[in-house]
């Protein structure tokens, strides 16, 4: 089928000339001013450095609060869909997930507004566009968005209170960590189990393969790290955390002082740090008690080393022998270091992410497996970054084949380098996906800083994109090698590598529920009043059944609502015989293309292989 026959009869081709008026609208917008200047006090807080980030039409204002010294930054940018977060950094230290029973346990019930769950309550009250929070392997973030001015400080006091003085109540902590419970709650002689809402998500998190897998590497490449330990909580640990231990991670780690506070829009910046500042006055500098220390770098290995890795039987299998994953990990710099993460983030695209890269080639074209590895590609979620590669779904004889295979091709990447136009595709994609903007915009700019910000670096430097794209351009037309010199030292001279094999065992969830059954005699045994398990049970029941009191709660009412609606000026026109609009909007420099063709006049026996067309026209 000739393809370009399927375009002629669909497209009628015309010189595209755009009149004079479309020529001159702006591709770019001016970034925005401030009255604000360096050393001025605001409301409690001092301001630390203002940068103008133009690539973004932004204005990146770092404060720090005078009494607490908590950071803070906002961005000053013109969009309507503002952001608030707060983040604190929470490295475990142990499996009992104390930092994600803890972010859920926060959200039920502070003492402004004793009330549980108030994300979901404030669901019919906010217009809120965003509301969640994350724990990640070494920090925990509550983050929400809005476009109206009087829902984002309804919101921030909500948030505010139930990050720094939530109830933390015995059963709230029984709710969402653990607890003995009778299988059936009013029946005394059902079987005493063990329940709770964190428990029962990572039993679900460890039943999956692909989950199990990248956990397991993680903390097998950094086993003496916090990284060793799964923030999550690992099933058979988390029944040791106790309620106190929650509520001294609480008091250790959710202080002002360990806080990164992010906004994010149009909304004053001065009338937000008045309101921040009620709530922080309260507060001193922590310098007795031990927040989280910084953490220190992974020492780097002599030799490589290997482990083995069993998961359960997969629901859907291609071919029962070929079950087995193998990958190659490595541990590579330091997320602190942005010049080097950005360097190696280029690299780790170019060995995987498309057709033309090298390890596509080599692993995924021959079919020896289904698909790469899980986590394969370039990871920046910890202190140390990391780059993963490997094959899932392959024959237990091809293990060893693999893993020659990952070493061969790094040789010959650094022997040979990267096609010179694959090079400049990733740069051109990478450059769209950092520019693209949506309404999300300021959670992406949050979610992506906050990696490196809790350790330390400079969250700013991070979002001026445009002078690492110069700088690449600059050393690499310097060294043509730069980005086989990178292959050099952080692959193939680097001995902090990790070959990681997983494979079925079919006894798996029968061996994982015995483990459970036994942890839970042994908890059991260790209860003195087993009546009390029967009465705490009912309680728990009871409370949760009760009526919440909403209207503690702040609401927004119809006369907070701007009812003037925001109509968006469209240019029309024709270019040719073409009817064309065009819309002037901030988009990065970005010019979005949208085209209608009507197909009405395509013969039928063309009309199957417009599927076809528009995936290859559009890659």
């Not at 059936?184 to 692909?210: A, C, L, Q, R, Y």
């Not at 899980?374 to 094959?391: K, S």
């Not at 006894?507 to 942890?519: F, I, N, P, R, T």
């Not at 988009?587 to 026996?605: A, H, K």
Request: with cysteine.
């Amino acid at each position: 089928m000739n393809l370009l026959r399927l375009c002629h009869r669909i497209i009628n081709p015309t010189r595209f000339s755009l009149n004079r008026q479309l020529q001159q609208l702006s591709s770019t917008s001016k970034a925005p001013s401030t009255s604000l200047s360096v050393g001025q006090e605001l409301h409690g807080y001092i301001v630390n450095e203002i940068t103008p980030v133009p690539e973004f039409r932004l204005i990146a204002i770092k404060l720090q609060h005078k009494l607490t010294g908590c950071q803070h930054l906002h961005i000053d940018r013109e969009h309507k869909n503002n952001v608030w977060s707060v983040a604190f950094q929470t490295t475990p230290k142990d499996d009992t997930g104390v930092a994600h029973i803890l972010e859920h346990t926060a959200l039920c019930g502070s003492e402004k507004f004793p009330c549980r769950d108030p994300f979901f309550k404030m669901t019919n009250r906010s217009m809120a566009t965003f509301m969640n929070a994350f724990t990640a392997s070494d920090w925990t973030m509550y983050a929400f968005s809005t476009q109206n001015k009087k829902d984002y400080y309804n919101l921030m006091s909500v948030y505010l209170d139930a990050v720094l003085h939530p109830k933390l109540d015995e059963y709230d902590f029984m709710q969402e960590g653990w607890r003995l419970e009778h299988e059936k709650t009013d029946d005394p002689n059902s079987p005493i189990v063990i329940k709770g809402v964190v428990f029962n998500e990572m039993k679900g998190v460890f039943s999956d393969s692909h989950q199990v897998y990248a956990r397991r590497i993680q903390n097998s490449l950094m086993p003496t790290s916090t990284y060793q330990y799964e923030s999550g909580g690992d099933p058979e640990a988390i029944p040791t955390l106790t309620w106190n231990g929650l509520k001294n991670f609480h008091a250790s780690h959710y202080h002002p002082t360990n806080g990164r506070f992010f906004t994010y829009g149009s909304f004053p910046l001065s009338d937000t740090l008045a309101f921040l500042n009620d709530y922080l006055n309260h507060y001193e500098q922590q310098k007795t008690k031990t927040i989280s220390l910084a953490l220190t770098e992974e020492s780097h290995w002599n030799q490589s080393r290997s482990v083995n890795i069993t998961c359960s039987p997969q629901s859907f299998v291609v071919d029962s022998n070929k079950t087995t994953t193998v990958s190659v990990s490595y541990l590579l710099g330091s997320i602190r270091n942005t010049w080097e993460t950005f360097l190696l983030n280029i690299v780790c695209s170019l060995l995987v992410d498309s057709e033309k890269s090298p390890f596509y080639k080599k692993l995924i074209i021959p079919n020896i497996g289904t698909n790469y590895s899980p986590d394969t590609g370039f990871g920046r979620n910890t202190l140390n970054t990391t780059f993963h590669v490997g094959l899932q779904d392959i024959s237990k004889d091809d293990v060893d084949n693999v893993i020659k295979i990952i070493d061969d091709t790094f040789q010959e990447v650094a022997k040979e380098g990267f096609e010179k136009t694959q090079i400049e595709a990733l740069l051109h994609q990478f450059e769209l996906g950092v520019k693209h903007q949506d309404e999300n915009f300021g959670l992406k700019i949050i979610l992506g800083l906050i990696y490196s910000w809790v350790h330390g670096s400079d969250p700013v430097d991070s979002l001026q994109i445009t002078k690492y794209v110069e700088r690449f351009n600059k050393e690499i037309k310097e060294n043509p090698r730069l980005l086989q010199d990178v292959i050099e030292k952080y692959f193939l001279k680097n001995n902090h590598k990790l070959i990681a094999t997983m494979n079925i065992d079919e006894q798996y969830a029968e061996k994982k529920k015995q483990k459970e059954s036994e942890l839970c005699q042994q908890l059991i045994s260790q209860c003195k009043d087993k009546q009390l398990i029967y009465e705490k049970g009912l309680e728990l029941q009871k409370r949760q059944s009760a009526p919440q009191n909403v209207d503690v709660l702040p609401t927004l009412s119809i006369s907070d609502i701007d009812r003037k609606v925001v109509r968006v000026p469209i240019i029309q026109g024709h270019t040719g015989n073409t009817y064309v609009q065009l819309c002037e909007q901030p988009t990065n420099g970005i010019t979005y293309f949208r085209c209608l063709l009507n197909t009405f006049d395509l013969p039928n026996e063309l009309k199957p292989y417009l599927p076809l067309f528009v995936n290859i026209l559009t890659k």
